[in-house]
């Protein structure tokens, strides 16, 4: 089993930055692919970025803007968001992606409110 916790949610004015982190307990393998989603308001989960290896991939409406990290050792991910916009209001969720199985492991999400 795994367990994911996310922090650095919060509220920032459009232009600003924000650094979300997600803690996973449990074993995180290296072919495991770590990830950010979020969900506006009325809207479906979408998928923000994730990151296996060495290889990232990012929504088009956050690229250039955002940037997703992995330490495996601590079995972190990091999303570092700047240049926020109001519409990157949402709640954001951390996933893991087991391909064994497979097996989707979801955080309980944090709020990030841009303000314009």
């Known amino acids: 089993q795994v367990q994911l916790v996310e922090s650095g949610g919060g509220w920032v004015q459009a232009g600003g930055s924000l650094r979300l982190s997600c803690a996973a307990s449990g074993s995180i393998f290296t072919y495991d692919t770590m990830g950010w989603y979020r969900q506006a308001p009325g809207k479906q989960r979408e998928l923000v970025a994730t990151?296996?290896?060495?290889?990232?991939n990012y929504a088009d409406s956050v690229k250039g803007r955002f940037t997703i990290s992995r330490d495996i050792a601590k079995s972190t991910v990091h999303l570092q968001m700047n240049s926020l916009k109001p519409e990157d209001t949402a709640v954001y969720y951390c996933n893991v992606h087991r391909p064994v199985g497979p097996r989707h492991y979801w955080g309980q999400g944090t709020q990030v409110t841009v303000s314009s």
């Open positions: 990151i296996i290896g060495g290889s990232t």
